[in-house]
């Protein structure tokens, strides 16, 4: 798996989800659980809606899956 979310992009959805999630927490609604989206793409590095577009803001470009992921870090 190629992974195609780095850095400030991965921040971010993080961030934002983890504010959707408490959103819908606060207003008692199951939509705060599009939050979930986010904040798994983030954590996992991947996003499938980037893949049609062949787009990736991870600097390394590729990655086997794992915590090692790309993206910076240095195997």
């Known amino acids: 798996m190629k992974c195609n979310v780095g ?8 961030i ?3 504010v959707i ?3 819908g927490y606060a ?3 199951y939509w705060g659980l599009i939050g ?3 904040v798994l793409t983030g954590l ?3 996003c499938p809606a980037y893949l049609p577009f ?3 803001t991870c600097k390394g470009g590729s990655c ?3 915590p090692s992921c790309c993206c910076g870090s240095k195997k």
């Open 7 to 14: 850095g400030w992009d991965r921040f971010l959805r993080i």
């Open 64 to 66: 086997d899956s794992g």
């Open 54 to 56: 062949k787009f990736s």
């Open 21 to 23: 999630l408490a959103i």
């Open 44 to 46: 996992t590095r991947w």
């Open 36 to 38: 979930l989206l986010p």
């Open 27 to 29: 207003y008692n609604s």
């Open 16 to 18: 934002v989800g983890m």
